[in-house]
Each structure stands twice: as C-alpha cells, then as structure tokens.
C-alpha cells in the first residue's frame, strides 16, 4: 500500500527544519543542497515540493510571520490600553531576541524586493503588510468604538505600517533607536487623535 504524503505538511516540515540555517546563512548565500542536507532528503526532493529556493524561502519566513501575527493578536486582546497595545505591536521586531535575527532576513528580503522586485515577491510582501494592517487596524477601531479616539484615527494604521516598514530599512543602516521614535510618533498622534471624554 502506498504512502500518502500530505504536500502541504511535508512542505512546511522542510521549512521548518531549515529555519536556523536561514537566520544563520541569509538569503543569497543559503543553497539548495544546505537545505536538502538539513532537511534529511535528497536535493531532488526538494523540487518535488519547491519550485526554486526563493519558494523554500518565502515558506521559511511565513513561518516567522505566523508567528509574529500569533503574537499580535495576542496583543491585541489583551487588556493593555490602546496606546500600550500599538507600542507594543510596532516594539515587537525590536524587543525579542529571536525578533532580532529573523528582522535582518526580513530586511535582506525588502532589499531583494526593492531592488529586483518579481511578482511573486512583490505579492508576498503586500500579503504581510496587510495582514499586520488589519491587525493594527482592529486595535484602532476598538478605540474608535469605546470612544478613545476620534473616528479619523483609522487614517493613520496604513501610515504606521509604512512608518513601521521604513523603520525597518533604516535601523539597518543607522543607529537610529527605533523605539523612541515609535514612541514619539504614537505620542504626538495620540495627543491629536485621543477624544476629550
């Protein structure tokens, strides 16, 4: 009887097992037969789920970004104020330790994607930039509705995360502290955006 092999699982399995050695080598220098060797299978196998290795690629950082979304929401449900929920939300890639070393992959990413944009990767990177949005954007409706903000606050989640993203881009290249101007910025729009109630 033959061995069914869910595709789907198998890929985020080789994924999953590649993930150090992503954050390890980057995106230029990792190479197929690295991940086959990690992976435990034969470099051909890897096109049995793969079409190329920027799709090995891509599946390694959606891994990183389920998990930042996963973390999100959790910010967005808890009991933190609006304004500690959203500081918290934009900290996130500059706190944590691991947040640390998969941001200078994500930024390699942005690099390739601005500088020899494709499709594909242009289609990943709007997928992640409005999934975040919609998280951050749920955070400042709830605010809307308690009456916290002013109705225009919703203007504002597409800006932050293209704030958010330059950050991003920036802080690799200067020594810029990110969360400060990430406070400052959500301070000075709350003092404009919180109502007088």
Request: proline share 1%; net charge negative.
């Amino acid at each position: 009887m033959a061995i069914i092999v869910d595709k789907e699982e198998k890929r985020r399995t080789i994924a999953l097992s590649c993930r150090e050695l992503l954050l390890e080598h980057g995106i230029k220098n990792l190479t197929v037969s690295q991940i086959a060797e990690t992976a435990g299978i034969g470099k051909g196998t890897i096109y049995e789920y793969f079409s190329n290795k920027e799709d090995i690629v891509f599946e390694i950082i959606s891994s990183f970004i389920k998990e930042h979304e996963n973390r999100l929401k959790q910010i967005a449900q808890s009991d933190l104020s609006t304004k500690e929920k959203l500081l918290s939300f934009y900290f996130l890639f500059f706190d944590e330790e691991i947040a640390k070393e998969q941001l200078r992959t994500y930024r390699e990413f942005l690099a390739i994607t601005m500088t020899d944009p494709t499709e594909q990767t242009m289609a990943f990177s709007q997928n992640y930039i409005q999934r975040f949005s919609t998280i951050s954007s749920e955070i400042i409706e709830e605010a809307v509705k308690r009456g916290e903000l002013r109705p225009e606050a919703h203007v504002i989640v597409q800006n932050l995360t293209i704030y958010h993203t330059g950050l991003i881009v920036e802080t690799s290249k200067s020594g810029i502290d990110a969360k400060a101007m990430i406070t400052e910025l959500l301070d000075t729009l709350f003092a404009l955006m919180e109502t007088s109630a």
